[in-house]
């Protein structure tokens, strides 16, 4: 691989780091790490070590083909680079615990940070999971409902119309975008695109969005920061400007060996640990904390849909929009009302599903809920077939009975099935399907 002459020059000119080293480590092959869902963990992957800073993350010995796995297609578990996993360091140390907190992670899409947030959450708090742009979120809609949880929102608007919402979130995470130097080896088309101004135009972008994810923290709120580039324009100097602002840095009393402590936050080094190119810095904003109240007491009975697909009904609220149907928890439905006239709401809760005609279809999303019934129909498959189906294909049922089923594979939904007279219709979503052989 051939470095830009001006990134060599850059890599020289940070404080403490080991150019050549570096340069060496991103010619080799990446680590593989996955991040398992505690709510559905697989039982299947082999397991070479447990990354450090993570309690669900795992390193494994050889990269399989994740397309070709029914388990990953589950939501069992989410393929993500280690050394971003430790923001679960910041959530254990400096965010307060059992408390219901309202938390945003601003720039969301694919929504590998925002499975993590929504494992290490109170049941009781509410993530907000916003994505700008338009096409990346079928990937972040797609991601969250693999992971099955219900306290979600996910919205689609600029950081600035967050400022709307002054002194409203608990948590903010800006995973900022970047120039991405600490994933050149991962992805070749970073290199490609790398330049220095480049990186001040990331670097102006990033200052935006932290002015506007400033104003929406409350006071004794945690911003956590993170980027995967190298260079100090994207990291610490943004420190700075959030001082000027009221927010002070945090530190953590102990971390792994080779993660670098820099002047604000800790850097990730590919020749020092297992994982990428990663950098990430904590602040409080000035003042005192005093805790959300979420609680939103339900005023309506029960909906007939609910009763018949989500174990625990009476914790949720029956919703519709446009004729599709939706289950909130009551701490999304009281973040729910309170935004919905501000900013871009794209789901809320869980998509339960429509009505055409007569016929309810349930949502595909539905299928992966950890709220649904345990006594939903469903059908055993094998491992082939489950790649049929999750391709779109139909293979024999030897079943008479008729209605809607659940496609499980080792106990686990992949998505809904419709059986006539021993066949069945396959209503696994044409966008998801895989194409691999």
Same mark, same amino acid.
């Given at each position: 691989?051939?470095?830009?002459?001006?990134?060599?020059?850059?890599l020289?000119?940070i404080?403490g780091?080991?150019?050549g080293?570096?340069?060496?480590?991103l010619q080799?092959?990446?680590?593989?790490?996955?991040?398992i869902?505690?709510a559905?963990?697989?039982?299947?992957?082999?397991?070479?070590?447990?990354v450090?800073?993570?309690?669900?993350?795992?390193?494994?010995?050889?990269?399989?083909?994740f397309?070709?796995?029914?388990?990953f297609?589950a939501?069992t578990y &989410?393929?993500?680079?280690?050394?971003?996993?430790f923001?679960?360091?910041w959530?254990?140390h400096i965010?307060p615990? +059992?408390? $219901?907190?309202?938390?945003?992670?601003?720039c969301?899409?694919?929504?590998?940070?925002?499975t993590?947030?929504?494992?290490?959450?109170?049941?009781?708090?509410v993530?907000?999971?916003?994505e700008?742009?338009?096409?990346r979120?079928?990937?972040?809609?797609h991601?969250i409902a693999?992971?099955?949880?219900?306290?979600?929102i996910?919205?689609q608007n600029? $950081?600035?119309?967050?400022e709307t919402?002054?002194? &409203?979130?608990?948590?903010i995470?800006v995973?900022?975008p970047c120039s991405?130097?600490?994933m050149?080896?991962?992805?070749?088309? =970073?290199?490609a695109?790398?330049s220095?101004?480049?990186?001040? &135009?990331?670097?102006?972008?990033q200052?935006? *969005?932290?002015?506007? =994810?400033v104003?929406?923290?409350k006071?004794?709120?945690?911003?956590i920061?993170?980027?995967c580039?190298?260079?100090e324009?994207e990291?610490?100097?943004?420190?700075?400007?959030?001082y000027?602002?009221?927010?002070?840095?945090?530190?953590l009393?102990?971390?792994?060996?080779?993660?670098?402590?820099?002047?604000?936050g800790?850097r990730?080094?590919?020749?020092?640990i297992?994982?990428?190119?990663?950098y990430? =810095?904590?602040?409080?904003?000035?003042g005192?904390?005093?805790?959300t109240?979420?609680n939103?007491? +339900?005023?309506?009975?029960?909906?007939?849909?609910?009763?018949q697909?989500l174990?625990?009904p009476?914790?949720?609220?029956?919703?519709?929009?446009?004729?599709r149907?939706y289950?909130?928890?009551?701490s999304?439905?009281?973040?729910?009302?309170?935004?919905k006239?501000?900013?871009r709401?794209?789901?809320?809760g869980?998509?339960l599903g429509?009505?055409?005609g007569?016929?309810?279809?349930?949502?595909?999303?539905?299928?992966?809920s950890?709220?649904l019934r345990?006594?939903?129909?469903?059908?055993?498959?094998?491992?082939e077939?489950?790649?049929?189906?999750?391709?779109g294909e139909?293979?024999?049922?030897?079943s008479e009975?008729?209605?809607?089923h659940l496609?499980?594979?080792?106990?686990l939904?992949l998505?809904?099935?419709?059986? *006539?007279?021993?066949r069945?219709?396959n &209503?696994?979503?044409?966008?998801?399907?895989?194409?691999?052989r």
């Amino acid at each position: 691989m051939q470095f830009p002459s001006d990134f060599i020059a850059l890599l020289q000119n940070i404080r403490g780091i080991d150019a050549g080293a570096l340069l060496q480590a991103l010619q080799k092959e990446p680590p593989v790490s996955v991040r398992i869902n505690p709510a559905k963990p697989p039982t299947h992957l082999l397991f070479q070590e447990q990354v450090p800073w993570c309690r669900f993350g795992y390193y494994l010995d050889t990269r399989p083909v994740f397309t070709l796995d029914p388990f990953f297609h589950a939501g069992t578990y &989410y393929v993500q680079e280690a050394s971003s996993m430790f923001i679960e360091q910041w959530w254990k140390h400096i965010v307060p615990q +059992n408390y $219901p907190l309202r938390v945003l992670d601003m720039c969301a899409a694919p929504g590998g940070k925002s499975t993590h947030l929504l494992s290490l959450m109170p049941k009781s708090s509410v993530l907000i999971c916003n994505e700008p742009i338009n096409d990346r979120h079928p990937a972040l809609h797609h991601n969250i409902a693999k992971w099955g949880h219900s306290q979600v929102i996910i919205t689609q608007n600029n $950081p600035e119309d967050f400022e709307t919402l002054e002194a &409203y979130f608990d948590v903010i995470l800006v995973d900022a975008p970047c120039s991405g130097e600490g994933m050149f080896r991962k992805d070749s088309d =970073a290199v490609a695109h790398w330049s220095t101004e480049n990186v001040r &135009y990331c670097a102006k972008r990033q200052t935006r *969005i932290l002015h506007s =994810a400033v104003k929406a923290l409350k006071p004794g709120g945690v911003l956590i920061y993170a980027t995967c580039t190298f260079n100090e324009t994207e990291n610490e100097a943004h420190a700075e400007a959030l001082y000027n602002m009221g927010l002070q840095a945090q530190n953590l009393t102990c971390v792994q060996d080779g993660i670098v402590s820099s002047t604000t936050g800790y850097r990730f080094y590919p020749h020092l640990i297992r994982g990428e190119g990663f950098y990430t =810095a904590c602040f409080i904003k000035e003042g005192k904390w005093l805790p959300t109240e979420l609680n939103d007491n +339900n005023t309506s009975p029960s909906h007939p849909i609910m009763e018949q697909y989500l174990s625990e009904p009476h914790t949720f609220s029956h919703h519709t929009q446009l004729n599709r149907h939706y289950a909130m928890p009551f701490s999304v439905r009281s973040v729910f009302n309170s935004i919905k006239n501000v900013l871009r709401v794209r789901l809320a809760g869980i998509p339960l599903g429509e009505y055409k005609g007569n016929t309810f279809i349930p949502a595909a999303q539905l299928a992966f809920s950890i709220h649904l019934r345990s006594d939903v129909p469903g059908i055993d498959v094998t491992s082939e077939e489950a790649l049929k189906f999750l391709r779109g294909e139909t293979f024999p049922i030897q079943s008479e009975i008729k209605g809607w089923h659940l496609v499980r594979y080792n106990g686990l939904a992949l998505g809904w099935a419709k059986l *006539i007279n021993g066949r069945f219709n396959n &209503y696994y979503p044409k966008p998801w399907r895989i194409r691999m052989r």
